[in-house]
């Protein structure tokens, strides 16, 4: 019995002085910009829910579509009401894959720039995204930034001819996410 319970206290120590393997955060930043001649479209997010196990790479960010603010109240109800339906999809998801998560060290303070594929799905639409992300490790702590395009229609965004020429056919999305050792 007595080297049962040392051999069960050794297995928890060394579990326990294991680094995290799984990052999180709630208070993920994603922002979107669209331009055209007409007018510039902007909103930001700081709901964003993100998950990256270190162990396999994996991640997964989702973002409440109601949770956008724009700097025009009208812009942020047209966008939920009649381009996003934010109650009939209320959600934007992208799970993935960091390819080679392995170059991300967190012992040791640096940036490193990694690809990133995955799906993103926007009003029960899925598709194929694969990107770069920057991870930055400062003083033990992890954040992680990306940029790409979406282009709406892909997502069934449909825009109306009436005001077409004020809103661009391809939107700069941006994440922004600081990330700490997820406890179980």
């Given amino acids: 019995m007595q080297k049962f319970s040392f051999l069960l206290a050794a297995m928890l120590l060394t579990t326990l002085s294991l680094p995290a393997q799984k990052y999180f955060t709630r ?26 196990d270190l162990s396999n790479g994996n991640i997964e960010f989702a973002v409440l579509i109601k949770a956008f603010r724009f700097e025009k109240a009208l812009m942020q109800e047209h966008f939920n009401e009649n381009y996003m339906e934010s109650t009939k999809y209320p959600k934007a998801n992208f799970k993935g894959q960091v390819l080679d998560f392995g170059k991300i060290n967190l012992k ?50 449909s825009i109306p001819k009436l005001v077409a020429d004020k809103i661009a056919k391809t939107v700069d999305i941006k994440v922004d996410a600081a990330l700490a050792p997820l406890n179980k």
């Fill in 27 to 52: 208070e993920g930043k994603v922002s979107f910009f669209s331009s055209t001649p007409m007018e510039n479209i902007e909103a930001h997010n700081e709901q964003g829910t993100a998950v990256l």
């Fill in 108 to 157: 040791k303070d640096g940036t490193v720039t990694l690809k990133v594929k995955g799906t993103l799905t926007i009003k029960d639409v899925t598709k194929n995204v694969e990107t770069e992300a920057v991870f930055v490790v400062a003083k033990g702590a992890l954040s992680a930034k990306s940029a790409f395009k979406v282009a709406v229609a892909d997502y069934n965004i």
